[in-house]
C-alpha cells in the first residue's frame, strides 16, 4: 500500500477522519449526560424477607412499571413455594407435603425445576442441602419460636426428637415426575423444606424477567441473595458495588453501613448464608437455621459464606452446601465448579476467599468500580 | 535548509550573504506581525457554535510557525514564536501570555521534531495536527501548574485533544498553498 | 520498480509535503486519540455518586458546596484576584454564571453536575469542581 494518492483522494480520507472525530467528541458530549437515574423499590411480604429491587431508569414511572411486575413476580413465586400456606387453585409446596406417603401431586413448572435442580446438585456436592429435611428443620423452627416469644424458654432441641425427624429426611424418596410433572413424597411424615433455595432461584427468575420487560441494570436483592443484572447505566461505572457486611453489624438494608469489604461485580449472583439471620440464643450460645444433615446441629466452622456465581439459584444452593462444610473441603468443592468463587467469613471476621474474586474485592485485591 | 546559520554579515562576507540575512530578518518580520493578526483575528470566530467546547481556537497562528520550520529555520520560527507571544499579550492581556509561551514551545518542538525527514514520514497535515495536540497539552500543564490541580488534565484535556486533531487540519490546509508557492524566501 | 523507489528515496519528498497522507499522520492520529481516551477514562470510568462540589483556588478548597445545596437554586458572589464571579446552583447542578474576567472560558463551560466534571477560571485561578465517592455501595449482602 503506498500513501502517494491524489489531492482528492487525500481530501476525502481527512474529511472521513473529521467526521469520525466529530463523532467521537459527540458521543463523549452525550455519554456525560446519561439521563439514567437509580431507584430502589422495597417491599415485604414474599419469602419472610425484605426484597428490594435497585435498578437504573429513565423515570420513576418506567421504574415503577417495572418494579410492579418483579413484586407480582415474586408473589406468585412465594405462593408456589410456600409449605405453610395453602392457596385455592394453586398445588404448591405444601399440597406436595400435605400429600406425602398419599399421592404424587402436578405442581407449576417453577417448583418441579427447583425440585429436580436441588436434587441435582445434592448429588454433585456431596449431600450437604437437603430440602428434604423438613422435618429436622421443624423442630429447629419450633424451638426457635419458643426461645424468640420467651428467652427464657430458650432450650437445646432434645437429641431424641431430633433423631426421629431425621428419618424422615431421605431425598431419594422424593419422586420427580417430568413427564406428568408430577412430584411425590414416598413416605408419610416426608416434609419438603425450600428455605435454603427458593429464595435465590424465585431472584434468578425474576431477574429474568425483568431483563426480558426491558430493565437491563439492576439488582434483584431478596433479603441478601443478590442477582445482580448489567453493568449500572450511570454511563460511568462499570460494576455495581456490594458490601459484605459485618456479621456483628445491625441487619438493615441501609447501604451507608460499614462493610468489611466491597465485591464489584456485573452480570453474576452473591449468595450469603450466615448464622446472624435466623438463630437463637441459649446462654450465651447461638443456634442458627442452618442445620448439618449429620450432626443434627448448626454448623459452626464460619459466621457466614458468600457465593459467587452467575445463577442465583445455584449460588443460593451452594451458600447453605459451604456453610455446612469445612473450609477446605468447601474450597475444594467451589474451586471443582467452573465461573463459581466464594468468601468465607469466620469469628472474629477473617476473611478468606478464592483467588479469582479478589481482584474484584475493593479492601482485599484493590477492585474497583471501573474494572472493565 | 536546516543547516542555515544565524549570525550577523561581517565587512569580508560576499553582498550576497548580507542580503541574504537581510531578507531573512525581514521575512521574520513580517511573519511577526503576520502572526500577531492571525493571533488577534482568531478570536472573533464562533468555533464555539460548531464545536461545544469551552475555550478552543482554531491556532491561526500555528500557520506561521508551520512555514518558518518548513522555509526558514527552526531559530526564525522559535524568535517569531516568542515575539508573538508577547507582542499578542500587550493587545490581549498578559493572563493569555503564559499560555500561548506553554502551548506555542511545545507545539513548535513537536512540530520541528516531526518536520524532520521533510515529508518523509509525515505530511504538512500529520505535523500540524500533532502540533495542534502538542499545544493543548502545553496550554493544560501550564493550567494545570497556575491551578495547583491536575483535575483539567483528565477532564478537559482529552476532549482538547480531539478538538486539535480537528482545527490542525485546516490550519494545514492555509499552510500548504502558502509553502507550495513561496519554496525560497 | 526498483529505479522508481531508489528516486523517491533519494529526492526529499516535497510534494508529499501537501499532496499525500504520509503513513505517520495515521500514527499521529492515533497516537492523539489513544492518549485521549486513556486520560477520559483513566477519570471518568471510576467516580459514581456526587457528595457535592468545591470551589479551589491554588490547590486550597475556598468552599464546598453539599448535594442539598447543589438542588437548592441560589447564586453566591465571590471575588479572586481582582476578578469577580457568580457561581449558581440548582438542579444538582453547579455553574461559573457569570464573571468579568478576561476569557470567560469558566462561564462557556456551563453546568457541570457530576465528577470529574470541572470548570475553571485560569486568570482568577478558580476551580470548580464536583466530588464523588467513587466506589459506592448499591446493596449489602445480609
Known sequence: ?372 | MSGRTFRPPSVTDHPHAVSAYVRRLVADGILVSLAVVLSIVERWIPLNFLIPVPGIKLGLANIVTLFALYRLAFVDAAAILVVRCVLTSLFLGPASLVFSLFGGTCALLVMALLRRGDGRAFSVYGVSMAGAAAHNIGQVAAACLILQDLSLATSYLPMLLLVGLLTGIPTAAAAVPVLRRLKKI | MSATSTARRKAPQEQSLWKTLRPGDVVVVVAVVALAVVLWSGSHLSAAKVTGAELVRDGTVLRTFTVQELDTDANYAFESLGYHYTIRTGGGRIRFAAADCPDKVCVQTGWIDRPPQVAACVPGHLLLRMTGNSDGVDVNNR
Not at chain 1, 385455592?88 to 406425602?100: F, S
Not at chain 1, 434483584?220 to 462499570?238: E, F, K, L, M, S
Request: glycine fraction near 8%.
Open chain 1, 1 to 372: 500500500m503506498t500513501f502517494q494518492q491524489p489531492l482528492r483522494r487525500t481530501a476525502a480520507v481527512f474529511v472521513a477522519l473529521a467526521t469520525l472525530l466529530a463523532a467521537c467528541l459527540g458521543f463523549t458530549g452525550c455519554n456525560a449526560g446519561v439521563d439514567y437515574t437509580k431507584y430502589t423499590y422495597q417491599f415485604y411480604g414474599t419469602f419472610d424477607t425484605l426484597v428490594q429491587i435497585v435498578g437504573y431508569a429513565r423515570s420513576q414511572s418506567e421504574f415503577d412499571y417495572y418494579s410492579k411486575i418483579g413484586e407480582q413476580r415474586f408473589q406468585a413465586l412465594n405462593r408456589i413455594f410456600d409449605i405453610y400456606s395453602t392457596y385455592t387453585g394453586l398445588d404448591n409446596a405444601k399440597t406436595v407435603n400435605d400429600n406425602a406417603g398419599i399421592a404424587p401431586v402436578k405442581v407449576p413448572a417453577e417448583l418441579l425445576a427447583l425440585v429436580k435442580q436441588s436434587i441435582d446438585w445434592y448429588g454433585k456436592t456431596g449431600g450437604k442441602c437437603n430440602i428434604a429435611m423438613g422435618p429436622v428443620i421443624a423442630v429447629w423452627k419450633k424451638y426457635r419460636d419458643l426461645a424468640l416469644a420467651d428467652a427464657t424458654k430458650a432450650q437445646v432441641p432434645p437429641t431424641a426428637e431430633l433423631q426421629e425427624a431425621a428419618t424422615h429426611c431421605d431425598l431419594s424418596k422424593v419422586i420427580v415426575d417430568d413427564a406428568a410433572g408430577t412430584i411425590y413424597l414416598e413416605e408419610k411424615g416426608m416434609v419438603l423444606d425450600l428455605g435454603a433455595v427458593a429464595k435465590g432461584y424465585a431472584c434468578e427468575l425474576v431477574a429474568q424477567d425483568l431483563q426480558k420487560a426491558g430493565l437491563v441494570s439492576c439488582i434483584v436483592d431478596g433479603g441478601g441473595n443478590i442477582r445482580i443484572v448489567g453493568r449500572p447505566a450511570d454511563g460511568i461505572r462499570q460494576r455495581w458495588g456490594v458490601g459484605i457486611q459485618d456479621p456483628n453489624a445491625d441487619t438493615s438494608s441501609d447501604s451507608s453501613a460499614v462493610s468489611l469489604d466491597i465485591v464489584f461485580l456485573h452480570d453474576e449472583s452473591f449468595v450469603t448464608s450466615g448464622d446472624y439471620e435466623r438463630y437463637y440464643m441459649v446462654g450465651t450460645t447461638r443456634y442458627c437455621h442452618l442445620i448439618d444433615p449429620v450432626t443434627l446441629m448448626p454448623a459452626r466452622y464460619f459466621r457466614a459464606v458468600a457465593v459467587s456465581y452467575p445463577d442465583s439459584g445455584i449460588a443460593d444452593f451452594m451458600s447453605t452446601t459451604l456453610f455446612l462444610l469445612p473450609y477446605d473441603e468447601g474450597r475444594a468443592l467451589v474451586e471443582s465448579i467452573p465461573g463459581m468463587d466464594a468468601i468465607w467469613i469466620f469469628d472474629g471476621n477473617t476473611m478468606k476467599m478464592t483467588d479469582n474474586i479478589k481482584q474484584y474485592m475493593k479492601t482485599a485485591g484493590g477492585g474497583s468500580s471501573s474494572m472493565p
